[in-house]
Structure formats: structure tokens, C-alpha cells
């Protein structure tokens, strides 16, 4: 909280707004896991079952082509007696179509007749397997089921065709065989795959065998399926489905073969699902670092815009009021609402205060019954007044002055005062310093004026009150010395000599004006000065 107190106003704001954009970043991502999760896996279940219908319609584009190979060669095939023709079909359809590994011509004891390849030394063999006996029995185009060769032990799949000769007799057989777990176009077909992820393609029995992968080593074995899909793959519909294996979860597409009894399945492990998340949430990082930088910038950039009328106000509300500061107040740029009521209201307290102090100064300066300075305020002005080569000083004094307070009374002496007042007001000039030092004595001032201009004037304001007339008011008469400031070391010893001159004035009888300089000679002038003195 204390680190939260001395915080400057821009960096605080700043945090917020980081803050804020990090707070709205993790509930934009925890949003995102959350509610995009499912529409993902949607997705993955969608695409494998679009794409498991595609491969499946592939595949039995490809059954079919290469069980209309098969018919047509059947017809080339009238009689089990010319063994070059049934080699030439064999060959033709093993190497030209590339669909089968293996073609053998079968008479209708299960004798193989020829091979091809002829290297497969085959010829005479009788066929023992359940495809054989299957593809005499029906004497219609066969596909078996996956089986184990008795010969050459291979797991394949039969295909054949039967052969008739020109009477419309059954003569036997043209079959070929597919090696399940070597290259054959159905494996190129779901081997090779556009997919824009690693999803397992097989295509796989209505019981669950593996019939095609990529993967050798899968071909055959048993793949896990529940009742519920073995029940929709006996009824031939593709789909979509999520197959539970315990822990493990996978999002299956199967695509039905119409030509035999499988289906393609493509599908996903659920993982997938959350690599997908992950890696989009990584994507979402980056761009929220983005964003948070950017935000950042900008908002420092702002809050020290918002920032910067008020700290000046907050350092300048802290100076000492003065007209200076209220000027700097003044063009302070407070350009929004609060900024500038604060900046108006600060400014009017600081020019109150300098008022104030102002008048409290002035009082504090002030004689006042008389207007005029008092000593604090005689001695200030006297301190820093301009610098000239002569200045005078005088020290007045009204003679008898108890005598007219106790003769007209106390109120009386006040007005005789204020009319001494303002007849020094009247004949001093304005750069002049006029002060009452206290009771009935007033010390003068004159910057750039000679003793003898400074006596000279005592003269005249000795004179113009003594000749005062003024109805309820006594006649009065003053004593005064002079003495210049240059003789002294400063302003307090000035006031002395002139004190001394004044006692001197007091001494001769009063209603007069001497110089300091004619009481006590200044010592380069010793014996040249002689005493000095003007009165009535
Ligand atoms: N009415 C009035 N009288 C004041 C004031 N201040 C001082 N006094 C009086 O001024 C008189 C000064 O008297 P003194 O110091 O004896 O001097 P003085 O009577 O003028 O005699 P000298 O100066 O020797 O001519 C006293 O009676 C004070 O009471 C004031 O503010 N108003």
C-alpha cells in the first residue's frame, strides 16, 4: 500500500492497463481451451469422415476398374488349352493395372493353370483355400476376405472373375491376388494421403481386421471396436464416431466400401485435439505479448500525457506562493476537465494566500495610525533600496509634544500627528522612505540626495508645520538632524548620527534642523566643518 502511495500517477496507470490486457489475455485463453476444445473435435471428427468417405470411394473406384480388368480378360479367355493367351491376360493384368501382386488362371478343379509371375512355379498346383473354393462355388466376380496363403504364406485378399468358354460352360477362374502387406495401389492409395495432420488411415474388416496400412506390421491385426460401431459397420454406414479405448479417446471416420464388406477409417488420437489447442494458444501468445507491449507503450505514453499537468500542479501547489509560481501554474497545459479545475482552483488559493500575505506584510510595515511605514517595514525598504552615491537621512521630532497631550488631550496628539504625517507626505517625493520610528519621532529617507538638499528640506517641512493652522488643533514645531548614509557603515549607525544631531537641535532650543556632520566633523575633514543649523 505504501509502495502503491509513493507510485507516480503515469507508472500506476500504466500497470493497470498491463494489468488488465494480461487478466484479459488469460480469460481469452482459458475461453479459448475451454469452448474451442469441443469445435476442434468436431472438426477432426468431420474432416476423417469426409476424408474416410473420399478414400472409401477411391477404393472402390479402384475395385471396381480392377474387377472390370479381370471380366475383360475372362473374355479373352474361351479355352484352358491355349496356355499363351492365359499367360498373356495374367501378365497384362498383373503388370499393366498394377493392382494385383499376383494372377493365376484356375480350371474349375482348382487347378492352377498359369501364373503370373511365371516365377511362382505354381502351375498344376491344386488350391485348397476357402477363396478357391468360394470363387468355384459362386462362378460370379469374388472378392474374399483377407486370408494366409497355404504356398507362399503371404496375408492377401483374392479377387476373381470367372471364364467361360463360347458355349457359356464354366471353365474356372481369373484371379489375382493382393499381398496386403507389400506395395499394391490400395496401399499407395491411403499410404499417400493430403491430410493437414498425422491421422492413422487403414482400412480395416467389418470385424475389425486391418486389412490395408502403411504400416506393415498392422496389416492383420485386430483393431478395437465396440458393439455400437461393429453394429453400424455391419449395416454399411459411414460416420463419425468417438471410439473410447479406456484413457485413451479416438475420433474416428469410417468411409463403407461398397464393393466388399470394409471401411476406411481415418482417424485421431484426442491428443491431437489438445496439440491443436496448444499450439494455438502459442499462436495467441505471441500476439497477446504483441498486444501487451503495444498496449503498454501506448498506454505509458498516455498516462504520462494524463500524468503530466498534474504532477506540475502537485509540485508547484508544494512551492512557496509567489507571483512567479501562479505564473507557472498559469501555463500549465491542463488539457482535460479534472486537470483544469484542479489547475484554477490551486492558482486562485495561491494568489488568496499572496494576498494575504501581502496585507499581513503591509500591516506588519505599517504605522497604523499614520499611514506610514512603521521601523520593520522603514528598515526593509531602507535595505534594499537602489544604490546611489549620496543619500541622506533625517530624524524628526515634535517639540513638547507631552505638553499638547496633556494640555488637548491624547486623541488631539494623534490628529497633530497625522497632520505632521501628512505634511511629510506631501513634501517627500515617491522614492522617498517616510517612517514613524515610534511616539512622536519620524525618520526620513532621501536616496540620491546631498546632506545639504536633505537639510534643506528638513528646513521646508520644519517650516510648513510650524506655520500648519489647522482649527481644534494646536500649533507644534519640530526638531530634526541630518545625516548621510556614506558616513555611516550602515542604516542603524546612519539613524544614530542623526539621532545625535536631532538631541543637538533638541539642545539649542529646538525648531531647527543640524547636521550630524556639524556636531561631530568627520575625521579627513576634522577642522573643517564647522556647525550647522537652521531655524526660525
Ligand atoms: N498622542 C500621542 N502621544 C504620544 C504617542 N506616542 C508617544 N506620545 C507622547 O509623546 C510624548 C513624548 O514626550 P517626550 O519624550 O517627553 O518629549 P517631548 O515632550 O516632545 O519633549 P521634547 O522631545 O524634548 O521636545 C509623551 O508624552 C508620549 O506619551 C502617540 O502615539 N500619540
Redo the contacts with the bound molecule.
Keep these: 500500500m505504501t509502495a502503491l502511495r509513493t507510485m507516480k500517477l503515469n507508472l500506476l496507470l500504466t500497470w493497470m492497463s498491463i494489468g488488465a490486457v494480461v487478466l484479459t489475455g488469460v480469460l481469452l485463453l482459458t475461453s479459448l481451451y475451454f469452448y474451442q476444445k469441443a469445435n476442434i473435435e468436431h472438426t477432426i471428427l468431420e474432416n476423417n469422415n469426409a476424408y474416410a468417405r473420399k478414400l472409401a470411394e477411391t477404393a472402390d473406384r479402384v475395385i471396381g476398374i480392377s474387377q472390370q480388368e479381370l471380366a475383360y480378360s475372362a473374355s479373352k479367355i474361351h479355352s484352358f488349352s491355349d496356355y499363351q493367351t492365359m499367360v498373356d491376360e495374367a501378365d497384362r493384368l498383373r503388370l499393366q493395372s498394377g493392382f494385383f501382386n499376383s494372377v493365376i488362371v484356375v480350371n474349375d478343379h482348382g487347378i492352377i493353370l498359369a501364373t503370373s509371375p511365371e516365377s511362382l512355379n505354381l502351375r498344376g498346383i491344386g488350391l485348397q483355400s476357402e477363396a478357391n473354393a468360394n470363387a468355384l462355388k459362386t462362378r460370379k466376380p469374388y472378392i474374399s476376405q483377407p486370408f494366409f496363403t497355404g504356398t507362399t504364406n503371404r496375408y492377401v485378399i483374392f479377387v476373381s472373375s470367372p471364364v467361360f468358354d463360347h458355349a457359356g460352360n464354366y471353365l474356372g477362374y481369373i484371379g489375382g491376388s493382393i499381398y496386403l502387406k507389400e506395395k499394391s495401389i490400395l496401399n499407395q492409395i491411403i499410404s499417400t494421403h493430403f491430410y493437414n495432420y498425422s491421422a492413422n488411415v487403414s482400412i480395416v474388416s467389418n470385424d475389425g481386421h486391418i486389412i490395408f496400412n502403411k504400416d506393415p506390421n498392422k496389416v492383420g491385426s485386430q483393431i478395437g471396436i465396440d458393439d455400437q460401431l461393429k453394429k453400424m459397420l455391419s449395416q454399411n454406414v459411414s460416420g463419425a464416431y468417438v471410439v473410447n479405448h479406456g484413457e485413451a479417446t479416438q475420433l474416428l471416420g469410417v468411409g463403407n466400401l461398397t464393393k466388399t464388406d470394409w471401411n476406411v477409417f481415418v482417424y485421431a488420437d484426442d491428443t491431437l485435439v489438445n496439440d491443436i489447442m496448444l499450439s494455438t494458444i502459442r499462436q495467441s501468445v505471441w500476439f497477446i505479448i504483441l498486444i501487451l507491449v503495444f498496449t503498454s507503450l501506448l498506454s505509458y505514453a498516455l498516462s504520462t500525457l494524463i500524468a503530466r499537468p498534474l504532477r506540475r500542479l502537485a509540485i508547484l501547489s508544494a512551492s512557496k506562493p509567489t507571483a512567479h509560481v501562479v505564473e507557472e501554474i498559469r501555463q500549465i497545459d491542463a488539457w482535460y476537465y479534472e486537470a483544469n479545475k484542479l489547475k484554477v482552483s490551486i492558482s486562485a488559493g495561491m494568489v488568496s494566500t499572496i494576498k494575504q500575505v501581502k496585507n499581513l506584510d503591509r500591516e506588519a510595515s505599517t504605522d497604523p ?1 499614520t499611514g506610514l511605514l512603521n521601523r520593520r517595514g522603514f528598515m526593509t525598504l531602507a535595505s534594499i533600496s537602489g544604490k546611489h552615491s549620496e543619500n541622506a537621512l533625517i530624524s524628526l ?7 499638547v ?1 496633556d494640555t488637548w488631550g ?1 486623541d488631539t ?2 490628529k497633530v ?1 497625522v497632520m505632521v504625517s501628512s505634511i511629510l507626505k506631501t513634501i517627500c517625493r515617491e522614492t522617498d522612505l517616510v517612517g514613524r520610528f515610534g ?2 519621532e519620524f525618520v526620513i529617507m532621501l536616496p540620491g540626495t546631498s546632506t545639504e538638499n536633505a537639510e534643506k528640506i528638513a528646513d521646508r517641512i520644519r517650516c510648513s508645520i510650524e506655520q500648519e493652522k489647522q482649527p481644534q488643533l494646536p500649533s507644534v514645531t519640530i526638531s530634526a538632524g541630518i545625516a548621510a548614509l556614506e558616513d555611516a557603515d550602515n542604516i542603524d549607525e546612519a539613524i544614530k548620527m542623526t539621532d545625535i544631531a536631532l538631541y543637538e537641535a ?1 539642545d539649542k532650543g ?1 525648531n531647527r534642523v543640524v547636521l550630524y556632520r556639524s556636531v561631530c566633523p568627520l575625521p579627513q575633514t576634522s577642522g573643517v566643518h564647522t556647525a550647522s543649523s537652521s531655524h526660525a
Design positions: 495610525l521630532d515634535l517639540d513638547h509634544f507631552k505638553r497631550n491624547h496628539g494623534d500627528l511616539g512622536e533638541k529646538r
